[in-house]
């Protein structure tokens, strides 16, 4: 199971950092780079070669303002993209969610929530789950844990109000 999370710039660590941190807890290989679509564009292109060689299977393209990295990766593999669009102009993050969503036909982006980094690894890891089972296993688990805990807290309000 591999991945690859691209982020745009140094300003997007912090933000994307959970996401390549879930990757990890379920044994996901993950390979980051920072990768400006319009400063590296050339390393970018080199890393995208690479990307389609070997065999990663999922990539996540996190950037914020113009937002052009998940739609330049997507133009240069048929492996998924999930496009994670970041806040961090006027526009709070509105700017990069329409420009990633904003797709021409054949080359999509799966795009999830503005500074959603870890629905981007949950959705990585659903997609690669398909292939591998003990993945796919672990996903309901996790799943199973957070219907418990939210169980719970309905028990505690409930407790709480009686």
């Known amino acids: 199971m591999k991945a690859a999370v691209i982020m745009g710039s140094m300003s997007d660590l912090d933000k994307v950092t959970p996401c390549v941190e879930l990757l990890k807890k379920f044994d996901v290989e993950v390979e980051v780079r920072c990768l400006s679509a319009h400063r590296a564009s050339a390393m970018l292109h080199e890393f995208m070669e690479t990307v389609n060689e070997n065999g990663t299977e999922v990539v996540i393209a996190a950037a914020g303002m113009a937002a052009a990295l998940p739609g330049v990766v997507a133009a240069q593999t048929t492996l998924p993209v999930i496009g994670v669009p970041l806040s961090g102009s006027v526009l709070d993050g509105q700017d990069a969610l329409y420009s990633i969503v904003q797709m021409p036909p054949g080359i999509p982006v799966a795009t999830v ?9 949950w959705l990585a890891m659903e997609i690669m789950g398909i292939k591998y089972p003990e993945l796919h296993a672990k996903l309901i688990e996790e799943r199973k844990k957070m219907e418990a805990d939210a169980l719970k807290a309905n028990e505690e309000v409930r407790a709480r109000f009686l």
């Open 113 to 121: 929530a503005i500074n959603g980094a870890k629905n981007a690894a």
